[in-house]
């Protein structure tokens, strides 16, 4: 009975504790997941654990953790509030992008203070799908970790405009059909009808919308995707 008592009180806890750290994460933006520096991660262990300890510690009593995710909090946003209006306080809490190769010349000084490694620097060069430093004219570190990478002139890939090729703008793809239901709104937005949409259809064999999963349509292209309940169809 007290193993109960204990699992009910758990129980509840973490569902409190989730709510308010859902809350709590969506006062304070996405700048934690899309731009996720040292300092953001710091802060998002630190907060997560303090959820974790509201969860499961039922030897203390609630609010004391809730105060602690509450200062947390408070303090994160006062932080990016300080970032966002300061260059210096967002210098001094995020630091600042720093170049490891120039002109096709690895810095290594600049590695070194930085304690980013060599096979660091290889590693996320072949992610950017570049195998050979002679190619490399910059490559910059960003303050998220991440590597920003600039070919030489001779070796970035040839654009339209080099060419001198007019190319069509491209678009957003509206979605016509989502789960067998057809989203009329989008129909006009894409400056279609459901006639149409139902011509498209027959063409390929649909004899209604409930056969399609999703079907999505590009104004600027003209193009029309459709995947339909294969799975499902005997």
């Known amino acids: 009975m007290f193993a109960l008592n204990e699992a009910l009180v758990v129980l509840v806890r973490s569902i409190i504790a989730f709510f308010t750290l859902l809350i709590f994460a969506r006062m304070l933006g996405k700048q934690q997941i899309s731009q996720l520096t040292f300092f953001d991660y710091v802060l998002g262990i630190t907060i997560g654990s303090i959820a974790a ?35 210096l306080g967002d210098r001094y809490l995020t630091g600042e992008p720093s170049i490891v190769i120039m ?40 303050t998220n970790g991440q590597l920003s990478v600039l ?31 057809v989203i009329e709104a989008n129909l006009a937005r894409a400056g279609v009808d459901r006639i149409w949409l139902e011509q498209q259809l027959q063409a390929q064999g649909i004899n209604s919308p409930s056969e399609v999963y999703l079907a999505g349509y590009d104004a600027n292209s003209g193009s029309l995707y459709i995947d339909k309940y294969q799975d499902n169809l005997s």
Not at 82 to 87: F, P
Not at 154 to 179: C, F, H, M, R, W
């Open 53 to 87: 300890s509201l969860s499961v510690d039922i030897t203390t009593r609630a609010w004391p953790h809730w105060v602690g995710l509450a200062t947390w909090t408070g303090a994160v946003f006062i932080l990016q509030e300080t970032s966002i209006r300061s260059k």
């Open 103 to 142: 002109n096709g010349q690895i810095m290594e000084k600049t590695m070194k203070k930085l304690r980013y490694t060599t096979s660091d620097l290889l590693e996320q060069l072949r992610d950017k799908g570049v195998f050979d430093l002679n190619k490399i004219g910059f490559a910059v570190l960003e």
């Open 151 to 181: 070919l030489k002139p001779e070796y970035q890939p040839v654009t339209p405009s080099d060419l001198k090729i007019t190319s069509s703008n491209a678009g957003l793809s509206n979605q016509l059909i989502y789960d067998g239901l």
